[in-house]
């Protein structure tokens, strides 16, 4: 995927596992290996959707780190104007 509008900030993401929120119901764990003007690409990804779930976000993230990624894509592109946050799943606290 031709990367568009390179940020050094996420440039330095790619080939890592991310967490990203969206706007919407839904989240999305996975490794980062591009995106376009349109669209990030992640592999080996859970999309999470929330109206079919009672965790809330926190937790099902927090658990995500605790008992690893439920895998449910294998290739998977996400809307970037529905991003709010972009995070590195190292990054994410575990208390």
């Known amino acids: 995927m031709e990367n568009a509008e390179l940020s050094p900030l996420l440039q330095s993401f790619v080939g ?23 669209f990030l690409e992640l592999r080996d990804a859970d999309l999470h ?23 449910n894509r294998a290739r998977v592109l996400v809307r970037r104007d529905e991003v709010v946050a972009v995070t590195l799943f190292e990054d994410i606290a575990t208390f």
């Open 49 to 71: 959707d929330f109206r079919d779930s009672q965790a809330t976000r926190e937790v099902y993230v927090y658990d995500s780190v605790r008992i690893g990624i439920r895998r």
């Open 16 to 38: 890592k596992t991310v967490v990203i929120d969206f706007v919407s119901p839904y989240v999305c764990l996975g490794k980062l290996v591009g995106w376009d003007a349109q």
